[in-house]
């Protein structure tokens, strides 16, 4: 068991078959640098959860390396009944294709549901790891006591989740909430989208590395956002100044957001919310200046409810809220 983490997932798993109820789902969140996936049985208890680096060179690695992974979160008495799978960029989940994938850096459409469905013989189901996230905090999470609320996720990429009157809304060609392609400065570095000054060019984890090795140069330059927020936490002087800049420009992100769709609740997740204090104390510092007067103050902005797991539990909840009409 991880954590004693069980998921509310009575109204999915149908009758139980009794204490030693075979049945397990897994639930794996594909990101641009690491895969998590989580196993958990029919109690919603998570059983089992793995991390490994994403091997994505090729559409035919990544599959083989999901292959690998569930077979390796599997024990020979286990039934498997689904899979769900979050993935980055832009997802078809009824066409069960990802296309145009910027952070995997794939060409074209590429099939993930067939081939896989295929393989392990019973129901996968994919979603954009952005619409898994915000299942997570609609079904287990934010969604338990409101309607309204915002999922923003800054890892790799950085987009928004939003839920009117407790839907996720979609927007007419599955790309609703890219929030990580709106400007925040147009006089800042380029964005891999075209544009200029992007969230996301600003404040993903690769742009906060960037950002530290352009003030002490590539000779004692870091490589990921974590390493940055840990020489903050030791008073590393560049780094603070890089850590506040991030507040500052998600700040911006989230105020631009909240007065647009008026949310009761925005959570922060992905990978480069896991910097924990650091971060959002310089966030709290920031949107004191930056949350602007028609922003209603009483929006509350806080830590995803489960952390960088949002991803991979939101897959589980894809792989057990769909079964039922799979089969
Ligand atoms: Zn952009």
Redesign the pocket.
Known sequence: MVGNMKLDVQAFTGDRRGQDDPRVWIGLDIGGTKIAAAKADAEGIIQQLVRERTRKATPEELLGQIVSVVEQLLAPADELVSVGIGLPGQVDPEAGHTFSPYNLGWPNVVQIRKPLQERFGVPVFIDNDLNTAIIAELTQGVGRTNKNFCYVTVGTGVAAGLVFDGKLFRGAHHLAG?L????VDPTARD??????G????LVSGPAIARSYNEVVGMESGVATAEKVFSAARQGDAAALAVVRDTAKYLAIGINNLAALVDPEVVTIGGGVSDAGDILFSHLEEALKRWLSGVVDKRVEIRPATYGSKTGVIGSLMLAYANHLQAV
Do not use: D, M, Q, T
Not at 180 to 183: Q, S, T, W
């Open positions: 890219e990580g392609h709106v400007v964005c891999v989208c075209g544009a200029k992007c969230l996301e060019a």
